[in-house]
């Protein structure tokens, strides 16, 4: 009984007992954070040290001073946080995290809340970069109120700066719907991959000289309706310098040669997120191995577990050994109180 009255006792301990060290308040408020014991909190910080906000203006002037733009796909916290804090100009959410993030067959699958919630995860992290959002398909074709009633969704929602969509002179009063509204659009010509039945697959675009031209016509059309920049996919190389020399706004690259403006890759597939063997395309060039490194640090962490090497002692927590011895008594009270029942 003396004992059971002595936790009760200690359960009324005053107040002042169970403050904080005056020292706890003065010290900034990242380091009070990481005294929680969670893996799972956000980062506390965000984008590379010093960099300003990336705006318009900023990829403008990048555009004028002949500086490749940087752009990365990303498709939540993680990813828009690395890409972030690696120095992109532009982060895209691109409808592409149908594939490789949800393991859908084709971007065509993707739904509209679906990509807002990609979209709110990535502009949590991608503090400094202009993030821009993928309209997927189906949510913006039927009429250019329609696609502003999307896009207004995606800034309000998915917090992003800007939103890409695909196709050229037939998505021109579109374009211009949405940029007279004051939304930021990023076009995307060449291989459309929303429309990839329609051209026959995932093919190159502009290899004839009719196909070139055609190329050219779309570019210019979404220039005039008032795209920031256009993403050129799957464009001979000569085809697509020669039409960025041709525009006033920049072009971004992808699996069109170094002459443009800028390029973007997706993210998944550059930095080597699957195993070997997986199709990627030509136009990919593997930076890492995260694949390879993800598996060996996992299969570390099964066979610590299996042999009992994790956890050792430094990730555990303590107790005194006061603390703990009265704990066992306590528990063999309770199994005593427990039998004479």
Same mark, same amino acid.
């Given at each position: 009984?003396?004992?059971?009255?002595?936790?009760?006792?200690?359960?009324?301990?005053?107040?002042?007992?169970?403050?904080?060290?005056?020292?706890?308040?003065?010290?900034?408020?990242?380091?009070?954070?990481?005294?929680?014991?969670? @893996?799972?909190?956000?980062?506390?910080? @965000?984008?590379?040290?010093?960099?300003?906000?990336?705006?318009?203006? @900023?990829?403008?002037?990048?555009?004028?001073?002949?500086?490749?733009?940087?752009?990365?796909?990303?498709?939540?916290?993680?990813?828009?946080?690395?890409?972030?804090?690696?120095?992109?100009?532009?982060?895209?959410?691109?409808?592409?995290?149908?594939?490789?993030?949800?393991?859908?067959?084709?971007?065509?699958?993707?739904?509209?809340?679906?990509?807002?919630?990609?979209?709110?995860?990535?502009?949590?992290?991608?503090?400094?970069?202009?993030?821009?959002?993928?309209?997927?398909?189906?949510?913006?074709?039927?009429? $250019?109120?329609?696609?502003?009633?999307?896009?207004?969704?995606?800034?309000?929602?998915?917090?992003?700066?800007?939103?890409?969509?695909?196709?050229?002179?037939?998505?021109?009063?579109?374009?211009?719907?949405?940029?007279?509204?004051?939304? $930021?659009?990023?076009?995307?010509?060449?291989?459309?991959?929303?429309?990839?039945?329609?051209?026959?697959?995932?093919?190159?675009?502009?290899?004839?000289?009719?196909?070139?031209?055609?190329?050219?016509?779309?570019?210019?059309?979404?220039?005039?309706?008032?795209?920031?920049?256009?993403?050129?996919?799957?464009?001979?190389?000569?085809?697509?310098?020669?039409?960025?020399?041709?525009?006033?706004? $920049?072009?971004?690259?992808?699996?069109?040669?170094?002459?443009?403006?800028?390029?973007?890759?997706?993210?998944?597939?550059?930095?080597?997120?699957?195993?070997?063997?997986?199709?990627?395309?030509?136009?990919?060039?593997?930076?890492?191995?995260?694949?390879?490194?993800?598996?060996?640090?996992?299969?570390?962490?099964?066979?610590?577990?299996?042999?009992?090497?994790?956890?050792?002692?430094?990730?555990?927590?303590?107790?005194?050994?006061?603390?703990?011895?009265?704990?066992?008594?306590?528990?063999?009270?309770?199994?005593?109180?427990?039998?004479?029942?």
């Amino acid at each position: 009984m003396s004992r059971s009255i002595s936790i009760v006792n200690r359960s009324r301990a005053p107040l002042s007992q169970y403050t904080r060290p005056a020292s706890f308040a003065a010290r900034p408020l990242l380091s009070q954070c990481q005294d929680r014991f969670s @893996s799972h909190s956000p980062m506390g910080s @965000s984008g590379p040290a010093h960099r300003k906000k990336v705006t318009l203006n @900023s990829i403008r002037t990048l555009y004028k001073k002949g500086e490749p733009i940087t752009v990365l796909t990303a498709h939540d916290f993680p990813s828009g946080h690395v890409a972030d804090v690696a120095g992109m100009e532009i982060v895209l959410v691109g409808d592409s995290l149908a594939m490789v993030a949800m393991g859908m067959e084709d971007t065509s699958e993707v739904l509209l809340e679906e990509m807002l919630l990609h979209c709110r995860s990535v502009s949590r992290a991608a503090k400094t970069s202009f993030v821009v959002g993928d309209l997927p398909m189906g949510s913006y074709e039927i009429s $250019p109120e329609q696609a502003l009633e999307t896009a207004i969704k995606f800034v309000k929602e998915g917090r992003v700066q800007g939103v890409k969509l695909e196709g050229g002179i037939e998505m021109a009063p579109t374009i211009k719907k949405l940029t007279t509204a004051g939304i $930021p659009v990023l076009g995307h010509i060449g291989l459309t991959p929303q429309r990839q039945n329609a051209l026959g697959g995932f093919r190159v675009q502009g290899k004839t000289s009719a196909g070139a031209l055609k190329v050219l016509k779309d570019a210019l059309a979404i220039q005039e309706a008032g795209c920031f920049a256009m993403v050129v996919e799957a464009v001979p190389a000569e085809v697509a310098a020669l039409i960025t020399r041709n525009l006033s706004v $920049p072009t971004i690259g992808i699996g069109a040669g170094n002459g443009c403006s800028g390029q973007v890759l997706v993210q998944i597939d550059m930095t080597g997120n699957f195993p070997p063997g997986r199709f990627i395309p030509k136009f990919v060039k593997k930076y890492g191995d995260v694949w390879g490194e993800s598996l060996k640090a996992i299969e570390s962490y099964r066979d610590e577990t299996k042999s009992r090497a994790y956890p050792a002692p430094e990730h555990t927590y303590p107790i005194s050994k006061e603390e703990f011895a009265e704990f066992e008594c306590l528990l063999v009270e309770r199994t005593l109180d427990e039998k004479s029942v």
